[in-house]
């Protein structure tokens, strides 16, 4: 056989028939097949990858036919990518690092009102929006519960604190007379897992007065995850640093020190007040802006 050069339109490297290599034709476009070494495919990896993604329930048809014909495709995905190993275990990539720029925007907005911050949620929210966000709370903590058991949202919303929000909250729904209500109530007080709490709650009719009081318990968690998430994502992306620490590790860690004073007591003798009066006082004597 003639020896000729053959360069491949993916990698652009050149390769020689003739010379014993064995050649497949498996890259066709626009009805041409292009000539690509079967040792350079490397398709043990590629499928390894592929299962990993399976076993996470994701749809791979569309991407099993480009890793097969395009090389570059191929390159996303790296030896033992961290990644794809943590899909494989579960579907669920845990980043402690991440706090989520929603929360600090709206507790930015809460804590700049001229009257504070419980005047401001007592204005913008009412009760409506309290069972629905206690319930997409909920969820989350049930997700949680399962994927990352020790995430530290637990310590904001215990278990007895939510019991005690969907009890408060039950005296004023409007769908159950009173005798229900109180057997309603003493039911959810004996749940003992979020989970088992979730199913319940979801079985239930709501109708609520929107001038209906928010309740304190609710408050006091929503107030200390705001701030704690907000003190974390100013410092840790935004630059502040904390008036008597030096930078930001030293910032964080005194956020830290005011956590862990704080969920040293019982979940219902918790001030979250502190780490609140710690977020404002910080934004105040550094004259901070936040700015997106």
């Known amino acids: 056989m003639n020896k000729f050069e053959v360069r491949c339109p993916n990698c652009q490297s050149s390769?020689?028939?003739?010379?014993?290599d064995s050649i497949s034709a498996t890259n066709i476009k626009d009805g041409i097949a292009y000539l690509v070494p079967k040792t350079i495919r490397n398709e043990n990896k590629t499928d390894s990858r592929i299962e990993a993604l399976k076993l996470a329930?994701?749809?791979?048809?569309?991407?099993?036919?480009?890793?097969?014909?395009?090389?570059?495709?191929?390159?996303?995905?790296?030896?033992?990518?961290p990644i794809v190993n943590e899909i494989s275990k579960g579907g669920f990539i845990r980043n402690?690092?991440?706090?989520?720029?929603?929360?600090?925007?709206q507790t930015w907005g809460l804590i700049k009102d001229k009257y504070g911050w419980t005047h401001a949620v007592r204005?913008?929210?009412?009760?409506?929006?309290?069972?629905?966000?206690?319930?997409?709370?909920?969820?989350?903590l049930c997700k949680l519960t399962r994927k990352s058991p020790n995430d530290i949202r637990f310590q904001f919303f215990t278990l007895d604190d939510i019991k005690y929000i969907f009890r408060h909250l039950m005296k004023y729904n409007r769908m159950y007379e009173k005798e229900t209500k109180d057997v309603i109530s003493?039911?959810?007080?004996?749940?003992?897992?979020?989970?088992?709490?979730?199913?319940?709650?979801?079985?239930?009719?709501w109708h609520l007065d929107k001038r209906t009081s928010i309740p304190s318990t609710w408050l006091n968690c929503f107030k200390g995850a705001g701030a704690?998430?907000?003190?974390?994502?100013?410092?840790?992306?935004?630059?502040?640093v904390i008036p008597g620490c030096k930078d930001m590790t030293e910032s964080l860690e005194k956020v830290e020190s005011a956590f862990k004073d704080i969920i040293g007591y019982r979940p219902n003798r918790r001030r979250w007040d502190i780490l609140m009066s710690l977020l404002m006082k910080a934004v105040s004597e550094t004259g901070f802006e936040l700015k997106y």
């Open 186 to 205: 003493s039911f959810i007080n004996r749940i003992t897992s979020y989970q088992k709490l979730y199913d319940y709650i979801n079985k239930l009719s």
């Open 228 to 240: 704690y998430y907000t003190l974390q994502n100013l410092i840790r992306t935004h630059g502040l």
């Open 15 to 20: 390769f020689v028939l003739g010379n014993g």
């Open 123 to 140: 204005n913008r929210y009412d009760v409506n929006y309290v069972l629905k966000q206690t319930k997409k709370e909920l969820a989350l």
């Open 57 to 81: 329930g994701i749809n791979v048809d569309k991407l099993q036919s480009l890793m097969q014909t395009d090389s570059a495709v191929k390159e996303i995905f790296n030896e033992d990518d």
């Open 96 to 105: 402690p690092e991440l706090f989520r720029r929603f929360i600090t925007a």
